[in-house]
Structure formats: C-alpha cells, structure tokens
C-alpha cells in the first residue's frame, strides 16, 4: 500500500493543466514568469541551433573522459560549454531496439567504426574465430575513440570461438562423392579418408552416438544416420549424399558431448579480453546450464571479474540441447543475456523450427528480463549488395515485432561491401517498425512475470505514471544496471534514461531495449543530495533530446541507500526547467 501512496502522490503532484503554468506550477511553486519562460524558450532555440550546426559538421570538442557536462537551463549562455553530440536531430537515436554490428576487415578504421556508429551501431562485436590478438585490441581503442568523441556509451562484444568439430583429411585433396544410401564410418585412425570412411578426431562424439542419431556435414550438405558403433569408430547410412571435404564442420544435433564449450584457444582469448576491458563476452556452443558456470568461475578467477566493473556473460543458444527439459530457462537465469545464433541452430534444427524456437527465446528472456538478440544472415544479400530482399527486411521486422532487445549484422558489417549500407537499412527497418501501431499493441500483448519486489513495483508505477502524464522520459539512476533492465522489461512508452557511476554498466546497458545510458563520473553525481540529482537528470535529459520543452516531464526512479542493487524505491515527477524553478521541498 505504501507503493502505491507513493506511486498516486508523486501522480497527482505531477498531473496539472497547461495552465498551471500561470499562476502555481505543479510541484506548488511560484509559477514561471511570461519573460522567464521567453527566456527558457530562447535557451531551447539556441540549443537548437548549436545541434543543428554539429548536424551540419561541426566539431565535437570533448568526450568521456573529460567530465564535462551541460548546465542547469537557465540563459542562452548556458549551452555554449555544452558539447554537443548530434543526437537531437538524426533519426539513428530515436530508436528503442539496438543494433550490433560486427567489425572485421570491411570495417577496422576509425573512418568506418565512426560511420557504423553514426547509422545505428550500439555495440560492436569482436570475433575472436577470426584475427590476432593485437587486431582486436586495435579495434577496441578505436571504439573507445569514437565513443570519447560522442560522449555516448558504446558496449563492445568479445565473442568466443567455441569448440569446431570437424572431419579429418581425405587421400583425394578435392574430396569425396557420397552417394544416398552407401555406408560410410567415422573413426579414429589418422590414415587419410577415402570414399568409405574417414577420421573423426573427436572421440567424445564416437562416445555419444547412438543408432538413430543423425550426423550433418559441411553446415548439413551432408546427411548421415547412425546405424551402428564400436570400439572408436561409428558405422552410418548417407541421407543425403554430396561431396565430404577435408576439415569439414560436423554437427551433432541429436546428441549432448561431454566436451567443454571452452577449448584452449577460447581460455587464452577469454584472458585476453578480460584484460583489455569488454563490456559482454558471448559464449558460444552452449549445451548445458553448467557451461554458463564454468565461464563464470573463470571470470571471477580473473582481477577483472572481481571488480564490479566485471563484463556480463551472453550464452549463444544455438544447439537443440538447449530446449530439453527446463535447460533453457536455466541458461536464461545463470547468464545477463541471449543470442539467437541462427547459423548453428538452422542446421542442427528443422527450418520450420527455428522461428518458433526464436520466439520462444525471445518470450523467455523478455520473462526474466535478460536482454537478447537475434543474429545471423539478418541482411546476407547485402554483403554483395547495397539493397535487402524484401524477405530479409522482413525478417529483421519479424525479430523486432517479437519483441527482440537487439538485431545483429555479422559478415554483413565485417566483411561485406556495404557495411555501413547494411547498419543503416537496419536502423530504418527498426524505425519503421517502431511506428508502427501493431509494434506497440505486440509488445504490451506480453505480460512479463512481475517478481513481486518493490523495485519492480516502483518501475510499474513509473510507467503507468509517464503514460498518464505524457511524460518525456523515464530515468532511472542505477549502478550495476539492475533498475534500468527492469525498467527495459517492462517496455514503457517513452526512453528509459539510465544515469550511472559506472562506465562499464553504462556501456552495458547500450544492448538493453529502450535505454539511453549515460555516465556519470564520480564527484559530478552528489549522491547524498537527491535535489541535485535531480537536476543532473534535467541536464542530461536535455544534452540527450529527451526533452525540448521547460514544461516537459520526467519520471525519475532511484533506490536508497544509493548503490544498493536493484533498491529502487523512489519516484518523482519532475519539470525539465530544473532545480532553479523548482519548490524548495522537491
């Protein structure tokens, strides 16, 4: 009952006619003068024409590191320290779903990182099948740069290779012809291949398979059925014959190996960028809840992961083992979040099965508000292509109307000639969608398990309150992430401004559907005097084009004691004029 006083006092303070700006304001206070709010009106257009000339190319004159920050509105004059960031003006920040896009040789300079940046990009993923050790940390300081730059968080996905299981070499250097229905065996003598069998160096699969069990070569060109196994080799039937090459990928998809997901190579890259400092790692050929423990045991070993500035574990969820029995709510709850990796689980799954497995992925993590994302062969065509199919476009509209916190380009944005194209054409699809009147009658169509804390409680109110108001914003201070994901879960109307001490929570939340992260260093956030958070969150509401009115309304979240995950236990409604106009009791 509490809540829900709190939740109704902070409404009615808030809820008032346009014309409660003629006389008493609605906190109470002394109403703002005709030549007071003239000037505040001044202030906005000068505002706007300083966003307008960095539109037009201007420079940016500060980034992150440099602790600047806008002022309280208040004259004209109070915006010419402001660095403006081009984000009021372009379309590519009014959007609520993220993007990924990953970096490789079509896009390794700043030029082209600066570019994916500006058409849409929130985080960019590091794949660490592909290049060297010192080409990722080069990657890595450049996304920094941009991100000081833009003074806007960016989150950088380190994404581990996983174990590749493959078939050994073949006499034949061009291969072997299977034809349907001949025998063929898999075994463990190193002698090269021939057209009836061939090395399988993988004795946890001899191990695993049984009559019945189907193995799929070469990302399933090729068929086969288990018929028969012994002692380190197993006997098959060809399904669906064609040609079998030297290192050619296997799947398994009937079976679950008893392999860790994380092979040498993965544990060396896994310490290197803990090192280097990523925001997320992506752990991939997730079979098992277990595996999401192992990783995190080996993060928490690593001074990086005993810090609070630890990165958050994504799990790839792309083997069919995942849906046995409650495996992939049990995955959801051990990791921060979940990729649709559509490559692997296309192959070792029906077609027809992978859209209703990435809904109800998508279903679970919005259920316990994990951020996930949809990825692979999103806009394939475009690697050669400056234009999608039209099936494609719908594709990554089907990902978005399913309620998706992000969409990912992988080979589109790595290695294509159309990178910046491919970022782009996402970014309109997802605008496009999000205009649209189904989006938002799909999303509220989903009703998300409440957990019954106040915390959440706290976040319904505030939603149901930036509704009834028509406020501008929700903005939730948070330092590990906690307040702002639960904000995200609910899918509220308007912008989720998370404000953070924490530069890697900040850069985390870059991935979460509908936040707008922002930093805030320490000594700037006075975390014991909530008026003058409050006015932080006025200044960055306006530095960001939250807001563009003195008279627009924001709903603030915050939890006492500061700090404490997950506390949310405050709400307030507040004018974007600032702390000078407003009632001293605020």
């Not at 077609?351 to 109800?360: C, S």
């Not at 050669?384 to 380009?409: C, N, Q």
């Not at 953070?500 to 992260?517: C, D, E, F, I, K």
Request: charged fraction near 20%.
């Amino acid at each position: 009952m509490k809540i829900t006083a709190l939740a109704i006092t902070a409404l009615m303070a808030a809820v008032a006619p346009a014309s409660a700006f003629v006389g008493v304001n609605n906190l109470g206070s002394p109403a703002l003068s005709s030549s007071t709010t003239t000037a505040l009106k001044e202030t906005m257009d000068a505002y706007e024409s300083q966003m307008r000339a960095m539109a037009a190319g201007a420079p940016v004159v500060s980034g992150l590191a440099s602790g600047s920050r806008p002022s309280a509105v208040g004259t004209p004059s109070s915006y010419n320290t402001v660095a403006p960031d081009n984000f009021k003006l372009a379309q590519r920040w009014r959007k609520k779903t993220k993007q990924l896009a990953t970096l490789g040789p079509a896009s390794s300079t700043f030029e082209m990182i600066e570019k994916l940046f500006l058409a849409g990009a929130d985080v960019f993923r590091l794949n660490m099948s592909h290049g060297e050790h010192a080409q990722k940390k080069e990657l890595l300081d450049i996304i920094r740069q941009v991100e000081a730059k833009y003074e806007h968080p960016i989150a950088i996905l380190g994404d581990l290779q996983g174990p590749k299981l493959r078939v050994g070499k073949f006499a034949n250097p061009e291969g072997e012809m299977l034809q349907t229905g001949q025998a063929f065996r898999f075994d463990l003598n190193e002698a090269p291949g021939t057209n009836q069998r061939v090395m399988l160096p993988h004795p946890e699969i001899i191990e695993a398979s049984e009559p019945g069990h189907v193995l799929l070569i070469d990302d399933g060109k090729v068929k086969l059925e288990v018929t028969g196994t012994g002692p380190g080799y197993i006997d098959c039937v060809v399904v669906v014959g064609g040609k079998i090459k030297d290192k050619k990928g296997v799947n398994t998809p009937d079976s679950i190996l008893n392999i860790s997901c994380l092979t040498p190579k993965d544990r060396a890259d896994l310490q290197f960028i803990l090192d280097i400092g990523v925001d997320w790692v992506a752990l991939s050929f997730v079979q098992r809840p277990e595996d999401i423990v192992e990783i995190q045991r080996l993060i928490l070993a690593h001074p990086a992961g005993q810090t609070p500035a630890r990165p958050k574990i994504m799990a790839k969820i792309e083997k069919p083992s995942c849906f046995e029995g409650n495996s992939l709510e049990t995955i959801v709850e051990l990791c921060d979040g979940i990729m649709v990796a559509r490559g692997d689980l296309g192959v070792e799954c029906a077609p027809e099965d992978v859209p209703i497995l990435q809904k109800r992925i998508i279903d679970e993590c919005r259920n316990q508000g994990k951020p996930v994302v949809v990825a692979t062969q999103m806009l394939e065509s475009m690697i050669e292509s400056p234009t999608p199919t039209r099936a494609e476009a719908s594709d990554v509209a089907t990902a978005i109307y399913d309620g998706a916190d992000a969409i990912m380009l992988s080979a589109e944005s790595a290695a294509g000639s159309y990178p910046e194209e491919a970022v782009l054409m996402q970014q309109r699809i997802i605008n496009r969608v999000e205009g649209d009147p189904h989006y938002r009658q799909y999303l509220q169509s989903f009703n998300p398990a409440h957990d019954n804390s106040a915390a959440s409680a706290i976040i319904i109110a505030a939603r149901q309150i930036a509704r009834t108001v028509n406020a501008k914003s929700i903005v939730s201070f948070t330092v590990g992430g906690t307040t702002a994901q639960k904000a995200s879960k609910k899918r509220p109307d308007v912008p989720i401004l998370a404000i953070s001490p924490l530069l890697t929570t900040s850069r985390q939340l870059a991935l979460s559907w509908g936040v707008y992260p922002e930093f805030v260093e320490d000594g700037v956030l006075n975390t014991d005097d909530f008026r003058s958070m409050l006015g932080e969150a006025c200044k960055i509401a306006i530095k960001k084009g939250l807001v563009d009115d003195p008279n627009d309304l924001l709903v603030v979240t915050a939890g006492f004691p500061f700090g404490t995950p997950g506390a949310a236990n405050i709400v307030r409604v507040i004018p974007a004029a600032g702390p000078t106009y407003w009632d001293a009791s605020l």
